[in-house]
Nanobody, 122 residues
Framework: VQLQASGGGLVQAGGSLRLSCAAS????????MGWFRQAPGKEREFVAA????????RYADSVKGRFAISRDNTKNTVYLQMNSLKLEDTAVYYC????????????????WGKGTQVTVSS
């Protein structure tokens, strides 16, 4: 599976962005999908995940109520809608694929995409 994230950019605090991650290769719907982020000088952290069917989602506490993950298996794409953005959301955002929930907590993903930069300004 090859993953390509897009949709990052510069946005003011309180604004919104929608990230997309397009997958190609092996059956997209076999994989749970997730978003991670890494801010300068910090370790990569989990942001959100969605099951292969889209029926289950998980969020980091820091983004609950502000971010929403979704997927469209007909388009092999996963999305991350980010609202009420804060300065601390500034990071490179990565999408990733895995077959088991446990892999998300261990950062042991099967596939990683290249990141997309999100910068939130005051």
């Amino acid at each position: 599976v090859q993953l390509q994230a897009s949709g990052g950019g510069l946005v003011q605090a309180g604004g919104s962005l929608r990230l997309s991650c397009a997958a190609s290769g092996r059956a997209f719907s076999n994989y749970g999908m997730g978003w991670f982020r890494q801010a300068p000088g910090k370790e990569r952290e989990f942001v959100a995940a969605i099951s292969w069917s889209g029926g289950s989602t998980r969020y980091a506490d820091s983004v609950k109520g502000r971010f929403a993950i979704s997927r469209d298996n007909t388009k092999n794409t996963v999305y991350l809608q980010m609202n009420s953005l804060k300065l601390e959301d500034t990071a490179v955002y990565y999408c990733a694929a895995a077959t088991k929930w446990s892999q998300f907590w261990d950062f042991d993903m099967d596939y990683w995409g290249k990141g997309t930069q999100v910068t939130v300004s005051s």
